[in-house]
C-alpha cells in the first residue's frame, strides 16, 4: 500500500519523495529503473510509424508522433 503524504508547500512534497526513493534498496531502485524503460519501450513500439528498435538504442522521442484527435467545438 502506498503512502500518502499531503503538504501545503510543494517543496515538502519533493522531499517525501526523494526520501521514499533513497529509503529503497539499491536492488528495488535499479528494479524500478528498469520497469521504466521497458514500458517505454511499449509505447515506442505501440506507433507503427517509429523505426524498430535495435539493441542498445536509446528513446529520446518518436520518430513520428501520433496526432493527436482535436476537439470538436459545439
Given at each position: 500500500?502506498?503512502?500518502?503524504?499531503?503538504?501545503?508547500n510543494f517543496e515538502?512534497?519533493?522531499s517525501?519523495d526523494?526520501?521514499?526513493?533513497?529509503?529503497?534498496?539499491?536492488?528495488?531502485?535499479?528494479?524500478?529503473?528498469?520497469?521504466?524503460?521497458?514500458?517505454?519501450?511499449e509505447?515506442?513500439?505501440a506507433?507503427?510509424?517509429?523505426?524498430p528498435?535495435?539493441?542498445g538504442?536509446r528513446?529520446?522521442?518518436?520518430?513520428s508522433?501520433?496526432?493527436?484527435?482535436?476537439?470538436k467545438?459545439?
Amino acid at each position: 500500500m502506498k503512502n500518502i503524504q499531503k503538504a501545503s508547500n510543494f517543496e515538502d512534497i519533493v522531499s517525501y519523495d526523494k526520501a521514499f526513493w533513497w529509503s529503497k534498496s539499491p536492488e528495488e531502485r535499479l528494479e524500478a529503473a528498469l520497469k521504466l524503460i521497458q514500458s517505454a519501450k511499449e509505447i515506442y513500439k505501440a506507433n507503427s510509424k517509429n523505426k524498430p528498435l535495435t539493441d542498445g538504442t536509446r528513446i529520446f522521442k518518436s520518430d513520428s508522433p501520433i496526432e493527436r484527435r482535436k476537439s470538436k467545438t459545439w
